[in-house]
Every structure is written in structure tokens, then in C-alpha cells.
T-cell receptor
């Protein structure tokens, strides 16, 4: 069975602070994909990144960066110099080969960035 | 191009009534997914269509829930004899080919409230 844990329910920061959102996953498959989605107040899930289990390179996209560590089964997401527009709920998700098209989501982390 | 659209955006119904929720996927996407998101939770998989057929409906909670996609494009999620516990946001997503590792693009959801 697959499982995704986002232990941080809510994080509050002040604009320009860096913030890291944690994601820990469980799967018995050796082939899997990890995802991050952003859900702003409008409700639509916005895709941010996809990472496969064979690629442990960290990735940076503008102010966003992701740290994938198989040794700790973690796929953490860091926002550098946070902005008010970053306020949203962020979900980590997992798809594994034996899970086919079922994407398993964590419970989300609500990020509040105040001016 | 246009993203995934869902109608209605909000639906209020009374316990015991029948409801239909509609999803219009991204043009050309063969795979379509329904998820349910309860308050404070991540999306939960309900059903996956590949073309016109339901390839995996293992997430449907009981036989009151049914979904169709008769022409391989628009899908309708049908809920009979609604219960208060069915209140949630119902999300639809689509992907190009339905491969397990593909990015799924989400619609804005239908917020269902059963009184």
C-alpha cells in the first residue's frame, strides 16, 4: 500500500522568509513518481513538479526547490523568499507502478504568508 | 487551451436526492479521473476512465455512486440517495494517455453540500 504523510498541518511565515514543506512517503514499489500540487483558495489543484524514483537530483525552479531523498523516503519542498501569493494548501502525492492511475495524496500543508 | 472544467461549481441538495456532476476534460486527453476531497483532507481517488470505459472504479465508496463517459470526453458522476456524508468537493482531472506516471490536470471542483 502507498501512503503520503504531510505532518505539518499549517505553517505561518512573514513575507521574504524561506519555508520548507515536508513530505514523507511509503511504498513497496521501486518504481514510483512523486508530485507536488498547489491548491489556492479558488480550489483548483495546480501541478508544480513531478519526480521519478530513479532521479534523486534536486531541482530548482525560480523560488521553488525540491529535495528528494530516497534514504529517508522524503520529498521536501522549499519556497525561498516567500510571497503573499504563495499562500495556499500544498499537497504531496505518490503514484506507484502497482497502484496504476491511483494517485495517493497527503493531507496537505496550509501555508499562510503575511505581509 | 482550455483546462478541465466542472459544472456546477456548487450544488446544494437535500438528503435522499439524486445529483449529477459534470466534467469536461482537456481536449485530446483520453484519461479522466474523479477524486473526492473532504474538508481538511487530500483528494481521494474514486474512478478512472480510459476512453469510454471505467478502467478502475475501486475508489467508489458504494453502489450509490456511478460515473459514465459515453463518448470518451465529458464524464458525469452520479450520486443516488445522497447522504450528508457525501458532502465534499468533487474534483475531476484528465491526462493525455492515462499512463500511471503522467501529470494529471485538475478542474476547479464541484462543491456538494447535502443538507
Amino acid at each position: 500500500a502507498q501512503k503520503v504523510t504531510q505532518a505539518q498541518t499549517e505553517i505561518s511565515v512573514v513575507e521574504k522568509e524561506d519555508v520548507t514543506l515536508d513530505c514523507v512517503y511509503e511504498t513497496r514499489d521501486t518504481t514510483y513518481y512523486l508530485f507536488w500540487y498547489k491548491q489556492p483558495p479558488s480550489g483548483e489543484l495546480v501541478f508544480l513538479i513531478r519526480r521519478n524514483s530513479f532521479d534523486e537530483q534536486n531541482e530548482i525552479s525560480g523560488r521553488y526547490s525540491w529535495n528528494f531523498q530516497k534514504s529517508t523516503s522524503s520529498f521536501n519542498f522549499t519556497i525561498t523568499a516567500s510571497q503573499v501569493v504563495d499562500s495556499a494548501v500544498y499537497f504531496c502525492a505518490l503514484s506507484a507502478n502497482t497502484g496504476f492511475q491511483k494517485r495517493v495524496f497527503g493531507t496537505g500543508t496550509r501555508l499562510l504568508v503575511s505581509p | 487551451g482550455a483546462g478541465v472544467s466542472q459544472t456546477p461549481s456548487n450544488k446544494v441538495t437535500e438528503k435522499g436526492k439524486y445529483v449529477e456532476l459534470r466534467c469536461d476534460p482537456i481536449s485530446g486527453h483520453t484519461a479522466l479521473y474523479w477524486y473526492r476531497q473532504s474538508l481538511g483532507q487530500g483528494p481521494e481517488f474514486l474512478i478512472y476512465f480510459q476512453g469510454t470505459g471505467a478502467a478502475d472504479d475501486s475508489g467508489l465508496p458504494n453502489d450509490r455512486f456511478f460515473a459514465v463517459r459515453p463518448e470518451g470526453s465529458v464524464s458525469t458522476l452520479k450520486i443516488q440517495r445522497t447522504e450528508r456524508g457525501d458532502s465534499a468537493v468533487y474534483l475531476c482531472a484528465s491526462s493525455l494517455r492515462g499512463f500511471w506516471d503522467e501529470t494529471q490536470y485538475f478542474g476547479p471542483g464541484t462543491r456538494l453540500l447535502v443538507l
